[in-house]
């Protein structure tokens, strides 16, 4: 008896021309007519307790469970586009201030449509030549727009924690390689008393990639910052001096654009001092890199060539779809230590024939063509159309500032250096409940879904101080207008007001 083969199934690939078209017609059919009938929200976010969005955002699935049969491909994306809009985040709304975490440009978003019919690799040549191609493209672009010379390369990753992570692991292998140590075969035990010295408001990620890098999260050395929040010279000059012989300083993280405050560490400066003692600069840029489009804001970045190896995200000031994260080296060498030669991948015939891919440069294997969608937004917006979004949203940042500052129930903490202003809602008559009231704001402005605005924490008074619950804008959106900032202060006073004793009903 013959063999019973398995039904065939009724799929249309995206891998194809049909394919393409079947694309196109689900994104303007089934989920155009799911947008145009699904319940937006008036806010940015569906109001209600996180509790009741995520169980009415599973019901409306359909269910639990995996079903046995499928209800077909216009069903599902019109099922998934009503989810998605109605308990979604609508980051374009500009009462969306809390992350940055941009609106996308919709040519990105197309492009990465593209991008994943292709399901390319960069791995190699034959997973995807085009997609090799474009990424070489656009390093290239971001390493003159960075001022690198002619030795830096680069690699696009999944994240800027996984390019802080590769920028410390390559200055980790350098500093090993000064002292006759190969961590991929000695592993990292054999460096003695590895640092790192950074910022205190470095990004978290840099603890994490010490950590994972088996260096432990102890090798981290912050460094003391100034009034305007950035790194102090004279204080990592100090630690840099005072470092016991038995230590190995791997790497000095600077900042260019801290979370928070949009601060940038005197990029000059470190790189003196880096110089001075042979130690791997890293840059984390992966907010302010995006400043290097605006001709007005350029300058800020000032001495970012001088760094060993450089993080940007361009899910950030530059309107992509996450993840877009790059590593810039000043070195193309540095990659050294990532180069693997695997028989069923690249063999070492095939790259000398020219038959090679990326996969040296990267820790991932099999790695999304993420540059094809940066690619459609540089040729179609170019440098000056990215550096004008870059302006406007500062410019919002910058009237923010003024108007939090013309409100007496508001406290400025810190200005605007790039997108992101820091403040708190003042409780003269009950200061021990400031903290309280602020997180509560916020809170309450997620429930409503009104706003959706950021919170940190701050040492208003300097180093040893307690750090103090503040609110933050952060301000990614160039459609929003001085107007809707108005609006949102006003959102934002309002419910302060519902909070404080002194608007309650009864207070004095």
């Given amino acids: 008896m013959p063999p019973r083969w398995p039904r065939r199934p009724s799929s249309v690939l995206a891998g194809s021309r049909e394919g393409l078209a079947a694309v196109t017609a689900a994104l303007t059919g089934a989920v155009g007519s799911a947008l145009a009938v699904a319940r937006w929200p008036s806010g940015p976010l569906r109001a209600g307790t996180p509790e009741d969005v995520l169980a009415a955002a599973r019901a409306a699935l359909g269910g639990d469970g995996i079903p046995e049969e499928g209800m077909g491909v216009e069903a599902a994306l019109s099922r998934l586009g009503r989810v998605l809009v109605e308990y979604g985040l609508h980051l374009s709304h500009p009462h969306a201030v809390a992350h940055l975490q941009p609106p996308p ?3 990105a978003v197309a492009a990465d449509a593209l991008a994943s019919a292709s399901n390319a690799s960069l791995d190699t040549y034959d997973s995807g030549p085009s997609a090799i191609a474009i990424e070489r493209w656009l390093i290239q672009g971001l390493l003159e ?8 390369d680069g690699v696009l990753t999944p994240g800027g924690s996984m390019s802080n992570l590769m920028g410390l692991m390559l200055a980790r292998d350098a500093a090993a390689l000064r002292r006759g140590i190969d961590t991929r075969r000695q592993g990292v035990a054999a460096l003695p008393g590895p640092v790192v010295l950074c910022s205190e408001l470095a990004h978290f990620s840099v603890h994490r990639a010490c950590a994972a890098l088996g260096l432990g999260e102890n090798a981290v050395r912050p460094v003391p910052t100034d009034a305007r929040r950035c790194i102090r010279p004279d204080a990592l000059a100090a630690l840099l001096r005072e470092l016991p012989p038995e230590h190995t300083p791997l790497a000095i993280v600077a900042t ?5 405050f949009g601060s940038v560490d005197p990029l000059h400066a470190i790189a003196d001092i880096a110089a001075e003692h042979g130690v791997w600069l890293h840059v984390d840029a992966a907010y302010g890199f995006g400043a290097l489009f605006s001709e007005r804001l350029k300058g800020r970045l000032d001495g970012v060539s001088r760094a060993d190896s450089i993080t940007l995200d361009l899910h950030k ?3 992509q779809p996450a993840a877009t994260s790059v590593l810039l080296v000043s070195d193309a060498s540095a990659f050294a230590a990532l180069d693997r030669q695997v028989a069923y991948l690249n063999p070492e015939d095939d790259s000398e024939a020219g038959y090679d891919g990326l996969l040296g440069r990267s820790l991932q294997t099999t790695r999304r063509p993420d540059a094809v969608k940066v690619a459609a937004t540089l040729l179609a917006h170019g440098r000056r159309g990215l550096g004008d979004m870059v302006d406007a949203c500062h410019d919002l940042a910058r009237h923010a500032e003024q108007r ?3 409100e007496p129930e508001l406290e400025l903490v810190a200005p605007a250096e790039l997108t992101t202003v820091v403040f708190r809602y003042r409780v003269p008559e009950a200061p021990s409940r400031e ?3 602020n997180g509560a704001l916020r809170r309450r402005l997620l429930e409503t879904g009104a706003a959706l605005i950021g919170r940190t924490a701050v040492r208003l008074d300097g180093p040893g101080s307690p750090e103090r619950v503040c609110l933050k804008f952060t301000l990614l959106n160039p459609t929003t207008t001085p107007e809707d900032i108005d609006a949102l202060v006003h ?5 302060g007001r519902a909070l404080s004793p002194r608007f309650q009903k009864g207070a004095a």
């Fill in 256 to 260: 260019a654009g801290t979370t928070d």
């Fill in 317 to 319: 000031l530059g309107w």
């Fill in 404 to 406: 939090i500052l013309a």
């Fill in 105 to 107: 440009l919709a040519v």
């Fill in 491 to 495: 959102t934002v006073l309002e419910a």
């Fill in 435 to 437: 903290d309280e009231i």
């Fill in 145 to 152: 727009l960075a001022g690198l010379s002619a030795r830096a």
